[in-house]
């Protein structure tokens, strides 16, 4: 955790997505089982930083959440959710904490597809800043 801010996972979404998770009407992500987010949420979730140990957490994390294990971070995992495609630095954001993940049937998701996805719990951070750790017990304050 560099400069003592959380992990980060970030997302781009449509409008319409967008949208329905500021007014709080949505309060999960999904995305399809793959390795690209397989690996993310590992990376995120156990720091791993060689391959071996990034195939022996993908494994674990995989056969877990098949058994229907709920993974809720120990720590605060910040969400940044942006919208569109235009300049990185103007593209609108909203920040999240992300509170479980776990696998679902795809058919019931906003995806609606018939494979199994991740469900990516999350709460609406108000005042719409990342979240900055002062200790490991938990204590944050807002970035400035």
């Not at 409008?15 to 709080?24: A, E, H, V």
């Not at 959440?65 to 709920?70: A, D, P, S």
């Not at 959710?81 to 776990?102: C, H, Q, W």
């Not at 800043?129 to 304050?141: A, F, M, N, T």
Request: charged letters at 30%; one cysteine or more; hydrophobic letters at 35%.
């Amino acid at each position: 955790m560099s400069n003592n801010f959380p992990p980060v996972l970030t997302f781009n979404v449509k409008k319409q997505w967008f949208d329905k998770i500021k007014s709080g009407e949505k309060t999960h992500e999904y995305r399809e089982v793959k390795d690209f987010w397989t690996i993310r949420l590992i990376n995120t979730f156990f720091n791993c930083h060689t391959k071996k140990d990034k195939r022996h957490s993908m494994e674990y994390f995989l056969r877990a959440l098949y058994r229907g294990v709920i993974y809720e971070p120990l720590e605060f995992i910040t969400i940044c959710f942006m919208n569109g495609m235009v300049d990185e630095k103007t593209k609108p954001r909203l920040y999240a904490i992300l509170k479980s993940v776990r696998i679902v049937d795809g058919k019931d998701t906003d995806l609606k597809i018939n494979k199994p996805v991740y469900d990516i719990e999350f709460q609406l951070i108000k005042n719409n800043k990342p979240l900055k750790v002062k200790s490991k017990r938990g204590e944050i304050d807002n970035a400035g």
